[in-house]
């Protein structure tokens, strides 16, 4: 095999080529930007058939140096022989990429030996951004990049929080957190300890002057989209802090300050209502400055007036109000329902949903008017408000850090494991050890949770510390308190985790029911209308349409009364289902 220099374009292409599909347009722009820089750097390989040059391999760099108007290139030719099928195969086969940590090295190295950025990036055929976010990676902790480095690679958004902390804050949350050998790492937990929040200058009301003399100091984001203002401080007191001196300077004659709560919400103040129209006169603005993110809002908000005293003069003097026809019937708004909800549902079927779009969607639903959430402190407008946060306009917000606050404060006034109307059933304890809730159990090592246990149970859990029984009940408890002092002691039985028999319920089919064939006697049985859909061996709620305009009925009324009640049921759920089927005949046509 000899080494020649040879004009490119002489060389013959090899009709055997095993490579048929290009790798695409980025990859040509790649190496032609890379050989333009710095050559080939692996010579191809051709054998002399007849006098002519024949490629073995390399027609693509071939290709590219034609097209960069090299005029000579190096060519290794050899004699043919019956290998070279299958050097040309394993040429394109065996390949293996550059590992993500020896591409932050190497970046690293051709730095030090002087390369540019902006060079660095034209070899690689990538923008100065990119090279520069290599270049952030590289100050990762050299444990941490060991880890990665053995092919344990964190999510994207966990490595840049990890990248974007100091040295000294990796290493000592990696002492902390590190995996034990040969497992992986906890990622989120590492980026979560290392997280830090960011205020944008993008959110900032106040100018330069604010920022000089609060001494706020602007970093680059590098990993955000490059068409916005990507600069940030992690000094979010001194941001505030501009932000309301900003705020003073320009409060409007109708503005004023309020104060959020511990869910960043606007405190209004009492009897105020809230306007989602332009102010008016007589309305006020409330500007609020919230903590999470450093941004200012603004709500529109109206005092109302006292109401006129109600006497027989007052009613005597009031006009009559003028009905009109309304402008839609109640049955055209019964077609409009149907064929929204025909629609929605097969856009729930069809249409991608992103997973920020999702989030949002499950908060609203959890507010829809026909969810009955049975909680012991059922608040409603708290519901209400959280979704008001996430649909300012209209529209529902794209911010997915929002939304993941708010579907988190959405679950935690729905879901609940406290026995009674208010349970949720198998789904929050799913939801528990989903989250990993077993962690924040508190202490039941007390005497209010132990006095509950027979001795038998107390003696148990006494076992299971070490406790040996005592003549007395009490005695035994005692030292079970004694002895799990300054730990945490869960009960088994308070852990998230379903039984084997709880898990068999939980996969049993949902019975099908069939409005067609409605028994009205064995209604309220079977499908339980107007029930709450209790756990197997709780009663579900007695329904309360046909009772409750029933002055007589009290619950005690003997066995007639009691016919009459469950004629009464029946007659209910009977006329529920004539109802639904008339809204499906009235959809269809």
């Not at 540019?116 to 444990?143: C, D, G, M, N, Y």
């Not at 148990?460 to 002895?483: H, N, Y």
């Not at 002691?489 to 049993?508: D, G, K, M, N, S």
């Not at 049985?525 to 009290?554: R, S, Y």
């Amino acid at each position: 095999m000899e080494l020649r220099r040879v004009d490119p374009v002489t060389l013959k292409i090899n009709p055997r080529n095993p490579r048929k599909i290009q790798p695409g347009e980025m990859s040509d722009e790649a190496l032609a930007a890379s050989i333009q820089l710095i050559g080939i750097l692996q010579p191809p390989v051709a054998s002399d058939k007849d006098g002519e040059l024949e490629l073995v391999f390399g027609e693509r760099r071939v290709k590219t140096a034609i097209k960069v108007g090299l005029p000579e290139i190096d060519v290794l030719v050899k004699d043919p022989d019956d290998k070279d099928n299958m050097r040309a195969v394993s040429e394109n086969v065996i390949r293996a990429p550059m590992a993500t940590v020896d591409l932050w090295r190497g970046i690293e190295s051709l730095a030090s030996e002087g390369w540019t950025e902006e060079a660095i990036a034209s070899a690689f055929a990538i923008s100065v951004r990119q090279v520069r976010k290599l270049r952030l990676l590289a100050t990762v902790h050299p444990a941490i990049l060991d880890q990665i480095g053995a092919g344990d690679m964190p999510k994207e958004q966990e490595l840049r929080t990890i990248a974007s902390a100091s040295r000294e804050d990796q290493e000592n949350v990696w002492k902390k957190i590190k995996p034990k050998k040969g497992e992986r790492a906890v990622w989120w937990q590492i980026a979560q300890a290392l997280n830090k929040t960011r205020f944008f200058a993008r959110d900032a009301k106040f100018g330069e002057d604010e920022r000089a003399a609060f001494a706020i100091v602007w970093q680059e984001d590098l990993f955000a989209e490059g068409d916005e203002d990507n600069r940030f401080t992690v000094d979010g007191e001194a941001f505030l802090a501009a932000q309301r001196a900003w705020l003073d300077a320009h409060m409007p004659k109708n503005g004023v300050l309020l104060e959020v709560d511990d869910y960043g919400r606007e405190k209004l103040p009492p009897k105020a209502e809230r306007t989602w129209t332009k102010p008016k006169k007589g309305d006020q603005i409330g500007f609020t400055i919230h903590p999470r993110d450093g941004t200012i809002h603004e709500t529109v908000f109206r005092i109302p007036k006292p109401e006129a005293p109600k006497g027989k003069d007052r009613a005597e003097d009031a006009p009559t109000p003028k009905t009109t026809r309304p402008e839609i019937t109640s049955k055209g708004t019964e077609i409009i329902g149907a064929l929204r909800t025909e629609a929605l549902v097969k856009s729930l079927e069809v249409d991608p949903c992103d997973d920020v779009r999702l989030i949002g969607l499950l908060v609203l639903a959890l507010n829809a008017n026909n969810v009955m959430i049975q909680t012991d402190d059922y608040n409603r407008p708290e519901r209400k408000s959280l979704v008001q946060s996430i649909t300012a306009g209209g529209e529902l917000t794209a911010d997915a850090e929002r939304l993941r606050i708010v579907a988190r404060q959405m679950l935690m006034s729905v879901l609940s494991c406290a026995p009674g109307r208010g349970d949720s059933g198998l789904v929050a304890r799913i939801a528990g050890r989903a989250l990993g809730a077993d962690a924040h159990i508190a202490n039941m090592a007390t005497e209010d949770f132990l006095s509950c246990l027979s001795r038998a149970g107390i003696e148990k859990v006494g076992s299971s510390l070490g406790v040996l029984p005592r003549p007395r009940v009490k005695d035994t408890r005692a030292e079970v308190i004694k002895q799990a002092a300054g730990a945490t002691y869960v009960h088994p039985a308070a852990l998230f985790a379903l039984t084997e028999a709880e898990i068999a319920r939980q996969a049993e089919a949902p019975r099908q029911y069939s409005w067609e064939n409605a028994d009205p006697e064995k209604a309220d049985e079977e499908l339980g209308e107007g029930a709450t859909g209790a756990e197997d061996g709780e009663p579900a709620n007695e329904p309360q349409e046909a009772l409750q305009d029933d002055p007589e009925h009290d619950g005690e009324g003997g066995e007639g009364a009691r016919d009459d009640e469950r004629r009464n049921d029946g007659e209910a759920v009977a006329e529920t289902g004539n109802r639904r089927r008339r809204r499906r005949e009235t959809a269809a046509t």
